[in-house]
């Protein structure tokens, strides 16, 4: 008989599993060690930042009063602003902040019961290293109190206020305050309270202390001092007198963007409807076409339905550069009415929201209707709706023809050379002429494109020193009002210069331009009349010559007429903006 031993041992898949088993043991107590290693390295750096602070702050405790203070900020005295320290292999960078405080015990401000708003003394110790999880920090502060009476002594108090374009305060702006022309240098910076208030207290008395307020995104405001370029500043630095507030104000409010643009005349071409059929009309209803306009079906003989609809059939341009204008000629009366809106096919009838074109959803009764400011990636067509309505059985409001005014192409033009403009001062030079906070020299891009970021509010205005061309519109208009926040484009429609032209804005009071007024001008056998555009301008340049008794006259209907015969034509492009009431 035979007898078989079996042999006990790990099969290869036995083998694998409990490798991996203890791969995955040994990786998680490795991770587990590490994790240990590391906290307890963080505790040891935490431990040793907390052990200079305090060892730090007990030695300024025993300073005499009048040595707590900084080197180069006040209030001054011997400990450096920014140090460094090793510590266990670590080193920490120690930064020492310590400012005066006002307290509300014996009245702030102007109320101070002594009229000394420097209490006592905030000291702040803040100590940052590199660790194993990045960047670590541990801050202490603690207050220091004079053994005797607050003294102000040989220094006084800067109080600055920082406002928004809205007189609103801003809070965390950066005040900057310097001042070399003293026996000891003061070079630090404070920041606004939530009332947009910083207050550099125990400054040495004296003059030239130079402010420069600054926050991210916004603006910049400040002192300057006089220079061969700006002898008379309008802000001077400021000085500071013994035991005294100097109040200074400033504003600064959020940067804006400014593109501007040089383009030649734009190719255009359009939709035209003069209702001889109804052919262009996608749909109607309660409408009819007839003698050449578009109204309300008649019920019977001269009575005619109270509303009723029509639209047209999709305008899509073959060739799209941009949306223009539409053009209505029609008319209504006291009882009868008629409203346009835009609508798109998207692949079904969709109206044009009023967030891209303001007013569409109730309807346009005006004869202009600007749509140079809908995407042509969004709208690559078009259809227009018109509602008309009547009270009065009797009677119907009408549309002679309508036109939607659309763009192919307009080249830019590039390289076009121009001094850039604000109109805010910051003092007067040698001649008594006003110097400008912003003023540079700028070139558009071969595609005709400038790109300005982080501009101040301001109203700006160019000159061209690129020879050989005139402005014949400028849309938005020149001198254009930026606003802060404020994303901005400036098209500038150019052609070739002649020895003279006259470029017209008509505007409403307050600056929006009035589409479709009729400019006459007239002098000798110089006689024409020119529609203003969506932009409120118009540009005559046909056999002008230098004069001064040009005579103007602008119109339109709802508006009070606009004449002047002294209106002054040179070798340069003039500009005239007369205001419609």
């Known amino acids: 008989m035979k007898y078989f031993t079996q042999k006990n ?71 450096p602003q920014n140090s460094t320290t090793t510590l266990n292999g670590i080193t920490y960078n120690e930064r020492v902040f310590i400012t005066y405080i006002d307290a509300a015990a014996d009245g ?34 603690s207050n220091i109190i004079p053994v005797g009476i607050e003294s102000s002594v040989g220094g006084g108090t800067i109080r600055v206020n920082v406002f928004d374009d809205s007189a609103s305060p801003v809070s965390g702006a950066e005040v900057h305050f310097f001042n070399d022309t003293l026996p000891t240098t003061t070079d630090t910076i404070r920041y606004t309270n939530n009332t947009g208030v910083a207050l550099l207290s125990g400054a040495p008395e004296g003059a030239n202390y130079e402010i420069t307020v600054t926050k991210t995104n916004f603006s ?19 000085a500071v007198v013994e035991s005294a ?24 071409d359009s939709f035209f ?38 639209r047209t059939a999709t305008i899509t341009p073959a060739t799209l550069d941009s949306w223009y204008e539409i053009i209505v000629n029609a008319t209504s009366s006291a009882t009868t009415s008629y409203a346009v809106s835009l609508y798109y096919d998207d692949g079904g009838l969709t109206i044009v929201p009023d967030s891209d074109l303001s007013g569409n959803s109730s309807g346009f009764t005006g004869s202009y209707i600007d749509i140079s400011s809908l995407d ?14 009547t009270t009065d059985s009797n009677y119907t409001s009408e549309i002679y023809d309508w036109e939607v005014v659309y763009i192919e192409s307009q080249t830019p033009i590039p390289n076009i050379n121009f001094d850039l403009f604000g109109l805010k001062t910051i003092g007067t030079d040698a001649s008594s002429q006003p110097v400008l906070k912003y003023n540079k020299n700028h070139s558009t891009d071969g595609s005709g494109d400038l790109f300005l970021t982080d501009m101040e509010y301001d109203v700006y205005d160019l000159n061209l020193n690129t020879g050989g061309y005139s402005i014949v519109e400028s849309c938005e208009a020149l001198p254009y009002s930026l606003s802060p926040g404020e994303s901005a484009n400036i098209n500038l429609t150019m052609i070739s210069s002649v020895a003279n032209s006259l470029r017209v804005l008509v505007t409403e009071i307050d600056g929006t331009p009035i589409h479709g007024a009729d400019v006459h001008l007239e002098r000798g056998a110089v006689d024409e009349t020119k529609t203003t555009s969506v932009c409120g301008q118009t540009f005559f340049n046909s056999g002008l010559a230098t004069a001064s008794d040009y005579e103007l006259t602008v119109s339109k209907s709802g508006y009070t007429s606009y004449n002047d015969s002294a209106i002054t034509i040179d070798s340069n492009t003039s500009t005239v903006t007369i205001i419609l009431n």
């Open 376 to 389: 042509v990636a969004v709208y690559d067509n078009l259809i227009l709706v018109v509602n008309l309505s």
């Open 108 to 141: 702030e401000g102007g109320l101070d019961s002594n009229g000394i708003m420097e209490d006592y003394k905030l000291v702040k110790l803040e100590y940052t290293w590199k660790g194993n999880s990045g960047l670590n920090s541990y801050s202490i502060i």
């Open 9 to 79: 041992g790990f099969t290869l898949v036995e083998t694998i599993f409990t490798i991996a088993i203890m791969g995955i043991v040994f990786t998680a107590l490795f991770t587990l060690t590490l994790s240990i290693i590391k906290l307890n390295a963080n505790t040891k750096a935490s431990t040793g930042a907390i052990s200079l602070a305090n060892e730090r702050m007990e030695y300024i405790r025993s300073l005499p009063y009048r040595q707590v203070g900084t080197i180069g900020a006040p209030p001054y005295g011997i400990i």
């Open 220 to 238: 910049q405001d400040g002192t300057y001092t006089a220079s061969s370029t700006n002898p008379n500043p309008t802000t001077q630095p400021v």
């Open 273 to 310: 409807d003069t209702f001889t059929d109804a052919s262009k009309l996608a749909s109607t209803s309660n409408t009819n076409v007839t003698s050449g306009g578009l109204i309300l079906a008649e019920t019977a003989p001269n009575v005619y339905s109270l509303n009723g609809l029509a």
């Open 245 to 268: 507030v100097s109040t200074m104000n400033f504003i600064i409010a959020t940067t804006s963007d400014l593109n501007i643009r040089t383009v030649s005349l734009p190719i255009e």
